[in-house]
């Protein structure tokens, strides 16, 4: 993946509210009206991101555990 790709989904992770306008305009790209689109088409772009949400959910239900635990020991 090339720079402004991995900038591309680390915008579209970072805020929830972002849009992939929003995303592609802050990576760097020109026309940021259809770039969102044509990134979220290609196969890399669209595995980047998958693996970037399954890691975040993986984390958040180790911390969920976690605190569970906790609070079932206090």
Do not use: W
């Amino acid at each position: 993946m090339s720079a402004r790709q991995i900038a591309f989904v680390s915008q579209l992770l970072a805020n929830p509210n972002c849009d992939l306008t929003k995303a592609a305009e802050k990576a760097g790209y020109k026309h940021t009206s259809v770039a969102g689109s044509r990134l979220m088409r290609q196969p890399t772009v669209q595995r980047a991101v998958s693996r970037a949400i399954i890691q975040r959910l993986e984390r958040t239900k180790a911390q969920s555990d976690e605190v569970l635990l906790f609070l079932y020991d206090v």
